[in-house]
């Protein structure tokens, strides 16, 4: 027993030893985003075609063979992934399964894409990458979820060990990304993009309602304290996004509410989606019959793989409670440490004294030195209300002045909009 004990332990460090680079998030998380946000394109989506389809299915497998072997014998071992942890509700059979449901008709595909960069770096590893895919004349959508460490083109050396999609975001940039996303995901093109890092994702989880927005992400990152791998993992974080999907849809129908969340909601993640475009593929999928039913939103996981995938309630707050004890006993045990657990606002506060001090006289030096906070929107990371909305408020200012020193005014103005965007939507999750 404990030979066969040990030489499962030697098949999970090679695998920990390949897949070793930026061990972090998200989506949604991803991770996700987590308002049912989707869009139309301008022009018409294409038809997906059966043959390029099977296609591509056999070049995948064939490509990703020794992936997929090295992988199974750690997720199919009951004993080894949860031992005899029972939290979860039931078993996903389907969404690694080889066979692929072909669908007639238009896809709308929207790459939801957690990036790992921390506050105020701009590494932009892809850690969670997840594609809306909506079936625009069936109302139906598809989840389709790719575990950040599957080989892809990176362009990088083979020696190196770090061709994988997690990679490519980072060395090749967005296009490239996103080419080698839609080629693993057995899809003809992605539309549309949403990318949020950490900052951002805190701040929906916080708007969504959890009690503790940084635990609930440390859930969704977690691949060792809960047991399993990269693909239950994966396909935890395309759960979340389903089940967030499936209980906030129809407040994006309900009118005024609708439309504010829509548009605060746009303006707290990076996409090139607009609120036009959410709108007319809302009103699409209501006119196709979508009704948010359950049996409405399926999930695959690509490469496909045969596993068992454990559901879990993610919308059960007892439940996330259950799974955070979880993880914290794991790092504790095994000394791991969460990275995330900085002090935000002496940070930003640092940062934020800086840039003031130079508003006057160097504009193009504050705005250099804002952007990235700015973009992340690293102030949703701190947790006291009235700490983060002085943060907030003091870039602001900052942006607003140094814009209006570069004669550049409507810069200026859309930063203001942006900021009372969220403040409006922070103030609806308060109602």
Same mark, same amino acid.
């Given at each position: 027993?404990? !030979?066969?004990?040990?030489?499962?332990?030697?098949?999970?460090?090679?695998?920990?030893?390949?897949?070793?680079? &930026?061990?972090?998030? #998200?989506? =949604?998380?991803?991770?996700?985003?987590?308002?049912?946000?989707?869009?139309?394109?301008?022009?018409?989506?294409?038809?997906?075609?059966?043959?390029?389809?099977?296609?591509?299915?056999?070049?995948?497998?064939?490509?990703?063979?020794?992936?997929?072997?090295?992988?199974?014998?750690?997720?199919?071992?009951?004993?080894?992934?949860?031992?005899?942890?029972k939290?979860?509700?039931?078993?996903? !059979?389907?969404?690694?399964?080889?066979?692929?449901?072909?669908?007639?008709?238009?896809?709308?595909?929207?790459?939801?894409?957690?990036?790992?960069?921390?506050?105020?770096?701009?590494?932009?590893?892809?850690?969670?990458?997840?594609?809306?895919?909506?079936?625009?004349?069936?109302?139906?959508?598809?989840?389709?979820?790719?575990?950040?460490?599957?080989?892809?083109?990176?362009?990088?050396?083979?020696?190196?060990?770090?061709?994988k999609?997690?990679?490519?975001? =980072?060395?090749?940039?967005?296009?490239?990304?996103?080419?080698?996303?839609a080629?693993?995901?057995?899809?003809?093109?992605?539309?549309?993009?949403?990318?949020?890092t950490?900052?951002?994702?805190?701040?929906?989880?916080?708007?969504?309602?959890?009690?503790? =927005?940084?635990s609930?992400?440390?859930?969704?990152?977690?691949?060792?304290? *809960?047991?399993?791998?990269?693909?239950?993992?994966?396909?935890?974080q395309?759960?979340?996004?389903?089940?967030?999907?499936?209980?906030?849809?129809?407040?994006?129908?309900?009118?005024?509410?609708?439309?504010?969340? *829509?548009?605060?909601?746009?303006?707290?993640?990076?996409?090139?989606?607009?609120?036009?475009?959410?709108?007319?593929?809302?009103?699409?999928?209501?006119?196709?019959?979508?009704?948010?039913?359950?049996?409405?939103?399926?999930?695959?996981i690509?490469?496909?793989i045969?596993?068992?995938?454990?559901?879990?309630? &993610?919308?059960?707050?007892?439940?996330?409670?259950?799974?955070?004890?979880?993880?914290?006993?794991?790092?504790?045990?095994?000394?791991?440490?969460?990275?995330?657990?900085?002090?935000?606002?002496? #940070?930003?506060?640092?940062?934020?004294?800086?840039?003031?001090?130079?508003?006057?006289?160097?504009?193009?030096?504050?705005?250099?030195?804002?952007?990235?906070?700015?973009?992340?929107?690293?102030? #949703?990371?701190?947790?006291?209300?009235?700490?983060?909305?002085?943060?907030?408020?003091?870039?602001?200012?900052?942006?607003?002045?140094?814009?209006?020193?570069?004669?550049?005014?409507?810069?200026?103005?859309?930063?203001?909009?942006?900021?009372?965007?969220?403040?409006?939507?922070?103030?609806?999750?308060?109602?």
């Amino acid at each position: 027993m404990d !030979k066969k004990f040990s030489k499962k332990k030697k098949i999970k460090n090679r695998i920990l030893i390949h897949f070793l680079l &930026f061990i972090i998030l #998200l989506f =949604a998380s991803g991770l996700s985003i987590y308002f049912g946000i989707f869009s139309v394109p301008n022009s018409s989506p294409s038809i997906d075609n059966s043959k390029s389809i099977d296609s591509t299915i056999k070049a995948t497998r064939s490509k990703d063979t020794n992936f997929i072997k090295a992988v199974l014998p750690d997720s199919t071992d009951e004993s080894i992934t949860f031992s005899n942890y029972k939290d979860y509700l039931a078993y996903d !059979k389907q969404a690694g399964n080889n066979s692929y449901a072909r669908f007639t008709g238009r896809r709308i595909n929207i790459a939801i894409t957690g990036l790992d960069s921390r506050i105020g770096t701009t590494s932009n590893h892809a850690d969670a990458n997840h594609i809306l895919s909506i079936l625009i004349d069936s109302g139906k959508i598809e989840i389709i979820s790719v575990p950040r460490d599957t080989p892809a083109n990176a362009g990088l050396d083979d020696s190196t060990g770090l061709n994988k999609l997690t990679v490519v975001r =980072a060395v090749r940039g967005r296009e490239a990304y996103l080419n080698e996303l839609a080629r693993i995901a057995m899809i003809d093109k992605i539309h549309y993009y949403i990318e949020v890092t950490f900052s951002q994702v805190i701040g929906i989880l916080d708007f969504l309602g959890y009690k503790n =927005a940084k635990s609930v992400l440390q859930v969704l990152r977690s691949r060792k304290g *809960l047991g399993g791998d990269d693909y239950q993992r994966c396909y935890n974080q395309a759960q979340f996004i389903r089940q967030t999907i499936l209980n906030n849809y129809s407040k994006i129908n309900n009118g005024i509410l609708g439309n504010l969340m *829509l548009r605060a909601g746009l303006a707290l993640i990076n996409t090139n989606l607009t609120y036009n475009d959410a709108q007319s593929i809302i009103s699409k999928l209501n006119l196709s019959g979508f009704t948010n039913s359950p049996n409405e939103i399926t999930i695959k996981i690509r490469p496909p793989i045969p596993i068992k995938f454990k559901v879990y309630d &993610f919308t059960n707050q007892e439940l996330i409670e259950k799974l955070i004890k979880k993880i914290e006993n794991f790092n504790i045990i095994h000394n791991e440490k969460d990275s995330i657990k900085i002090d935000v606002f002496s #940070l930003l506060n640092n940062v934020l004294s800086v840039a003031e001090r130079d508003t006057m006289t160097k504009p193009k030096s504050v705005i250099s030195k804002l952007k990235t906070y700015y973009e992340q929107k690293a102030w #949703l990371q701190i947790e006291n209300e009235n700490q983060r909305e002085q943060i907030r408020s003091r870039f602001e200012n900052c942006l607003v002045s140094a814009y209006r020193k570069l004669n550049q005014p409507l810069k200026g103005k859309e930063v203001k909009e942006q900021i009372n965007l969220e403040r409006e939507l922070f103030k609806l999750k308060n109602k």
